[in-house]
């Protein structure tokens, strides 16, 4: 079994900046593919970021989504099984509640997240951006 803790986030205005992180116990090895996704009210549940920690070649290959890429970083280390989101220049549209997850995926679908291929996800973390 696996537990996802997750910690920061808030509330900040237009062009801030917020960390999220995200504390992993459990077993470690069953999972391959770490990610972020957020939920908006009326809206489905969408994959931002996610990082491949499989134990190949591929290790540390990300995913971001378009309203991602060039704002926000995701990290994750190796030694206290801590996933990070670090999100820069946050938009209104940023608004919505945060969920880390994780789960048994290879390298092609960690790169195409699909929240139901995730098994282990953490409580959630409001995020709220105003203009």
């Known amino acids: 079994q696996v537990q996802l803790v997750q910690s920061g986030g808030g509330s900040v205005q237009a062009g801030g900046s917020l960390r999220l992180s995200c504390a992993a116990s459990?077993?470690?090895?069953?999972?391959?593919?770490m990610g972020w996704f957020r939920q908006a009210p009326g809206k489905e549940r969408e994959g931002v970021a996610t990082?491949?920690?499989?134990?190949?070649?591929?290790?540390?290959?990300?995913y971001y989504s378009d309203s991602a890429k060039g704002r926000f970083t995701i990290s994750q280390d190796n030694t206290t099984y801590t996933l990070d989101l670090q999100m820069d220049n946050l938009k209104p549209d940023d608004t919505a509640v945060y969920f880390c997850?994780?789960?048994?995926?290879?390298?092609?679908?960690?790169?195409?997240?699909?929240?139901?291929?995730?098994?282990?996800w953490g409580q959630g973390t409001q995020i709220t951006v105003s203009s």
């Open positions: 990082i491949y920690i499989g134990y190949d070649r591929n290790y540390g290959s990300t």
């Open positions: 459990g077993n470690s090895l069953s999972y391959k593919c």
């Open positions: 997850a994780a789960g048994p995926l290879l390298l092609f679908d960690c790169r195409r997240p699909r929240s139901g291929a995730f098994a282990y």
